[in-house]
């Protein structure tokens, strides 16, 4: 048991290097004007660190991370088909006139798709495809493992977004902290099941591009983001998003009691 936790914290060490092209880019993008280009860099440290953690849990833990084709389509329709419905029900909920046509849109959007799934491949691989490894290969492939590693790495999740408590509003980002975890219990439910990563990468990069549709058919997007950036969440707005989200982890819950329980059915069925 010593010798696996000297290990865990190791390998927690080792991705905290390899997270630095990220933490790098990241604070050189904060400084270059340009958004296309400070987004450019981003995209490109957050690629080199999920590459970076990749490649480590496959050397390290024999883990096949499982970007692929394999149960793709269950993995969003089915296991994480509420995620896929808080993205269209975002969509609808922020829907603004369009200022500008689709066709002068569509450049913008499809540079936001592809950022967003940057956003999605990495804290994927980092919170799925590297934490919740790691802690269930700690804490074991069992109930009480996968329902540890399940909500340890979702909690982590969230409480990174603690970091955007730098230049944003409180209410908004405890807000964010809190929703966060839900969907990271939900995510991870759906990489358990699925063991498929890439389910995880394209629901986050969607559920992230969803708040970034309408600001592209305006004429004025960076007017439009300050100003977000300068009115925090009503109490309303609060509230809506605790009831949008908390069925997230509920699923999550009712999905694992579901998996375990066609485990225990089929190993009796088995000794029968």
């Known amino acids: 048991m010593e010798k696996n936790k000297k290990k865990l914290f190791a390998s927690i060490g080792i991705c905290m290097l390899l997270m630095l092209p990220f933490v790098i880019s990241g604070i050189i993008s904060d400084h270059i004007d340009n958004e296309i280009v400070g987004k450019a860099v981003d995209l490109a440290g957050r690629v080199l660190s999920a ?4 490649l480590y849990i496959r050397k390290a833990y024999k883990i096949e991370i499982g970007i692929k084709k394999d149960n793709l389509a269950k993995g969003i329709f089915r296991y994480g088909i509420l995620i896929f419905c808080t993205v269209i029900f975002n969509i609808i909920c922020e829907y603004q006139k369009p200022e500008i046509s689709f066709i002068r849109a569509l450049p913008t959007l499809l540079f936001y798709l592809i950022a967003n ?18 802690f269930k290969g700690y804490w074991g492939d ?7 590693a399940t909500f340890v790495s979702a909690f982590i999740f969230g409480s990174i977004h603690l970091f955007n408590l730098n230049g944003h509003n409180t209410i908004a980002t405890i807000t964010q902290v809190a929703y ?3 969907f990271g219990a939900l995510f991870a439910v759906v990489y358990y099941r699925s063991g498929n990563l890439l389910s995880c990468i394209i629901l986050h990069g969607l559920v992230d591009f969803s708040a970034n549709v309408w600001p592209c058919f305006l004429k004025d997007r960076a007017a439009y983001l300050a100003q977000e950036d300068v009115t ?14 908390l069925p997230l982890v509920i699923s999550a819950l009712v999905q ?9 059915n089929d190993l009796v069925t088995a000794e029968m």
Do not use: Q, W
């Open 256 to 264: 694992l009691h579901n998996e375990f329980k066609n485990r225990k």
């Open 117 to 134: 799934m940057g956003v999605g491949l990495m804290e994927e691989t980092l919170c799925r495809g590297f934490l919740f490894n790691v």
């Open 142 to 148: 069992n109930k009480k493992g996968v329902y540890l």
């Open 51 to 54: 590459a970076g953690i990749l």
């Open 180 to 182: 966060a975890t839900f």
């Open 232 to 245: 925090d969440y009503p109490m309303s707005i609060v509230l809506a998003i605790a009831a949008v989200t």
